[in-house]
């Protein structure tokens, strides 16, 4: 694992999956509780 974080890329990578996971959890409990549905 520690190979793989040497790579600028790799490391964007984990940082930017992170944040799009925090923003979807935020977004998919928002939507939940506002009962908005997109379909």
Do not use: D, N
């Not at 520690?2 to 939507?31: K, N």
């Not at 506002?34 to 379909?39: A, D, E, L, P």
């Amino acid at each position: 694992m520690s190979e793989i974080l040497q790579y600028g890329f790799m490391r964007h990578a984990l940082m930017v999956g992170l944040l799009v996971s925090i923003a979807c959890g935020i977004v998919g409990t928002y939507v939940v509780v506002k009962r908005i549905v997109f379909i």
